[in-house]
C-alpha cells in the first residue's frame, strides 16, 4: 500500500499504547532494566524506555526467538509420538518503539527463512507481529544506517513509524496493511497531516560507503591478509551474532526429559569454532580469520548474491557489544580503502 | 507445504540392521505411516537428516536407490553423539527422518556411456545409491567399472553386495585394500586407490567418473583421472560439511557463496575448482 501521513500527540500516543494494553494485546517494547535497555513485554505504558539510542539486543527473538521448540516427541517402548509446533499458540505481537534498523533487520531474516523452503515457524510469529518503530533523533559512533541503505527515519519494515516532531507531536506514518489495520482501531486518536518534511526532525548519519562497493570490494579482497589482522584480536564469542538483528544461524539440540522430550532451534554464531567442525576433527572454518570473512561475506556478498538482501542494518549492536572493541563499520572502511597491490 | 513445520521428521522403523564392518552399520528404514511412503520421492545423490529422538538429528545420504521403492537405507560410522545413539538402535525402533535435501547425480545425461565408480571406505554408501541406480536401469550405460578401496579387509562394506557385483558379467569389480590390510587368503588388489585407479581405469572417452571418498583420496584421484584425459566436467564427487538444516537456513555447509545441502551435495571437478578453499 501507499504510505499514508498522519499527525498524533504525544499524549494521544500514550492513549494508543495503553489502549493496545488495556485490550489485552501483548505488547512488548524498550524497556531499561539495570544499565541495559532491552525489549520485553510490558503491562503499563509507563514502563517504555524513550530515552536511548538503541536497545543492548535486537527485536529478532520476536520472530526468530534465541530458543524454540520445534517439535515435542513422547516414546513408549518402540513408538514415538511426535507434536508438530503449536501454530495456533503464537499470540499476535506489537512491537512498540522499535528503530527503523530493528524494522530493517526483519528483512535479511524474512530472507533466509524463505529461500525456497519456506519456514513456517519464522512466518507465523512474523505474520503475528506489528511494528511500531520511532524514527531515531538522536545516534551514535556505532550507528551507521546510512551506508547500509536505511536512515533514522527509514519506513522498511515498519508497519507505522512515529517521528517526533517537537511540541507534543509526531509524524504517524502508515506504511503496510498491518499498520492501516491498526490505525483502523484506533482512528480517533490521529489527526490530518501537518505536511512537515520529517527529515528536519530525524538524527543525521553520515552515509561512508554504499552496499555495492563494499561487496565488490570484500569479493576481491577474499585471499587478503586483512581477515587474519582484522581478526586477531577476536576471541570467537559470538556477542556479535546474539545482538545482531539480522544473524538467522542456528543449531538444532535435543533436550530430553525421561521418555519425552523436543527438537530446539536455537542461535549460534559462525564466530564460534564448533560451529563448522565435523565429527572427523577437520574444520573447513578453521581459524577465527576464515569465521571473520565468513561473517563480512555472507552479510555483505552471499545473502545479496543468493536472496538479494544485504544482511546488515547498520545498527551498529555489534560494535557498541565487542568485548574486543571490533568496529565493524571501522573495518570494513578499512577494506573500502584497500588498494590490489596491499593484498 | 508453506504451512507445515518443516522441521518435522517422518517417523522410520528400523527395519533391518546390517553389521558391515567394525563401527559399521546399514539400516533399512520403513515408513510408519502409509501416506509418508506413498508420497516419498527421491533421486540418487541426495540426503537427508537422520534422528534419534532426545539425542538429536545427523546429516547422511539416502545409501539405497530410489529404483528399491517402500524404503530406504542408510549407512553410517559410529563416530559422534548422534551415530552413537543410531548405533544402540535396534529393529523394531522408531527414528526420525526428514529429507530428501540436495541436488542429483544426473543419471539422465549419462545415458549412453561408460560408467566409472571410485570408492574409498565408508565413502560407497552416497555412491551405492548411483551403483544401483544405474544397474536397475543397465541398458541405458556402456561399460559399468566400480573401483573400491578401504583400509583393510575387514574395513570393506557391502561385502555381500561386491560379492554380487564381482559375479556380474555386466560389471567389472576391481577391490583394493591398502598395503597391511590384506588378508593371507585376500585375491583383490593391494594399494592405495588412486594407484589402483591409474593401473584399471577404463579409457576416459565417453566415460563419466564417479569419486566419493576421504579428502585425501579424493585429492590424489582427481590428477590421476585427467592424467588419464578425463576432463574436470566428466568428474563427479560428493561433499559433505557440518549441517544443521538441509536447506539452507542454519549457516554452516556452504563453501564461499556454494550451500552444499542446496547447490550439492554433487558437483563436478570444475565446480570444485571454482571454489575457495575452504571445505
Known amino acids: 500500500m501507499q504510505t499514508e501521513n498522519y499527525t498524533i500527540t504525544d499524549s494521544n500516543l500514550q492513549q494508543l499504547l495503553q489502549a493496545l494494553l488495556s485490550s489485552g494485546q501483548k505488547v512488548v517494547a524498550p524497556v531499561r532494566a539495570n544499565n541495559k535497555v532491552l525489549f520485553k513485554e510490558i503491562k503499563s505504558a509507563s514502563e517504555v524506555c524513550s530515552d536511548h539510542v538503541q536497545t543492548t539486543l535486537s527485536a529478532k527473538h520476536l520472530a526468530f526467538p534465541r530458543t524454540e521448540v520445534l517439535l515435542q516427541y513422547k516414546k513408549t517402548g518402540k513408538e514415538v509420538t511426535i507434536n508438530d509446533f503449536p501454530f495456533d499458540a503464537v499470540p499476535q505481537t506489537f512491537l512498540w518503539g522499535s528503530r527503523p534498523c530493528d524494522a530493517g533487520g526483519f528483512a535479511p531474516l524474512d530472507g533466509i527463512f524463505n529461500w525456497d523452503s519456506k519456514d513456517a515457524i519464522y512466518n507465523k510469529r512474523r505474520e503475528q507481529l506489528t511494528i511500531i518503530s520511532f524514527s531515531c533523533t538522536r545516534h551514535d559512533d556505532a550507528c551507521f544506517c546510512t551506508s547500509m541503505g536505511g536512515g533514522p527515519g527509514n519506513t522498511a519494515g515498519s508497519d507505522m513509524l512515529i517521528t517526533p516532531a517537537g511540541n507534543g507531536t509526531n509524524i504517524a506514518e502508515i506504511i503496510t496493511d498491518k499498520g492501516k489495520a491498526l490505525f483502523e482501531n484506533y482512528t480517533s486518536l490521529f489527526e490530518e497531516a501537518m505536511g512537515a518534511d520529517k527529515e528536519q526532525y530525524l538524527t543525521k548519519i553520515d552515509k561512508v560507503f554504499d552496499t555495492a562497493e563494499i561487496k565488490a570490494k570484500v569479493e576481491a579482497f577474499f585471499e587478503s591478509k586483512v581477515w587474519k589482522e582484522q581478526s586477531a584480536r577476536c576471541m570467537g564469542c559470538g556477542a556479535c551474532a546474539y545482538v545482531c538483528p539480522a544473524c538467522a544461524c542456528f543449531d538444532i539440540q535435543d533436550d530430553k526429559h525421561g521418555s519425552k522430550g523436543s527438537r530446539l532451534r536455537c542461535w549460534d554464531s559462525c564466530g564460534f569454532q564448533l560451529f563448522t567442525l565435523h565429527t572427523s576433527g577437520h574444520n573447513p572454518r578453521e581459524t577465527q580469520a576464515r569465521r571473520w570473512r565468513q561473517r563480512v561475506m555472507h552479510k555483505f556478498s552471499y545473502m545479496p548474491d543468493r536472496i538479494n538482501v544485504v544482511g546488515c542494518s547498520g545498527c551498529g549492536r555489534c560494535s557498541r557489544a565487542c568485548p574486543a572493541d571490533m568496529n565493524l563499520a571501522e573495518h570494513l572502511e578499512v577494506i573500502m580503502k584497500m588498494e590490489a597491490e596491499k593484498i | ?279
Open chain 2, 1 to 279: 507445504m508453506c504451512n507445515s513445520n518443516i522441521y518435522m521428521p517422518y517417523p522410520m522403523r528400523v527395519e533391518k540392521v546390517t553389521n558391515e564392518a567394525p563401527g559399521v552399520k546399514t539400516f533399512r528404514l520403513n515408513f510408519i505411516n502409509a501416506e509418508d511412503a506413498q508420497q516419498f520421492t527421491f533421486k540418487a545423490g541426495q540426503f537427508g537428516e537422520y534422528s534419534v529422538f532426545g539425542t538429536g538429528e545427523s546429516t547422511f545420504c539416502i545409501a539405497s536407490s530410489p529404483t528399491r521403492e517402500g524404503y530406504i537405507e542408510c549407512t553410517f560410522r559410529q563416530s559422534g553423539k548422534v551415530t552413537s545413539a543410531l548405533t544402540n538402535c535396534e529393529e523394531g525402533d522408531t527414528i526420525g527422518f526428514r529429507g530428501p535435501y540436495g541436488n542429483i547425480f544426473p543419471l539422465d545425461e549419462w545415458k549412453g556411456k561408460n560408467l566409472l565408480f571410485i570408492a574409498g571406505g565408508i565413502a560407497l554408501p552416497p555412491m551405492r545409491c548411483v551403483i544401483w541406480n544405474a544397474l536397475d536401469r543397465r541398458s541405458d550405460f556402456k561399460d559399468v567399472t566400480i573401483i573400491y578401496g578401504a583400509r583393510s579387509v575387514n574395513d570393506l562394506v557391502y561385502k555381500h553386495e561386491l560379492e554380487e557385483w564381482k559375479n556380474r558379467d555386466d560389471v567389472k569389480l576391481v577391490v583394493t585394500v591398502d598395503p597391511g590390510g590384506e588378508t593371507p587368503d585376500w585375491k583383490g588388489e593391494v594399494g592405495f586407490v588412486p594407484s589402483v585407479v591409474e593401473k584399471t581405469a577404463p579409457v576416459a572417452a565417453n566415460t563419466i567418473a564417479i569419486v566419493c571418498g576421504p579428502p585425501v583420496m579424493i585429492k590424489y584421484t582427481f590428477p590421476v583421472l585427467e592424467k588419464l584425459g578425463f576432463t574436470d566436467d566428466t568428474i563427479y564427487t560428493t561433499l559433505e560439511n557440518r549441517m544443521k538444516c538441509g536447506f539452507g537456513k542454519c549457516g554452516r555447509c556452504n563453501v564461499g557463496k556454494v550451500y552444499v545441502c542446496k547447490d550439492g551435495p554433487v558437483f563436478t571437478y570444475k565446480q570444485l575448482k571454482e571454489l575457495p578453499d575452504e571445505y
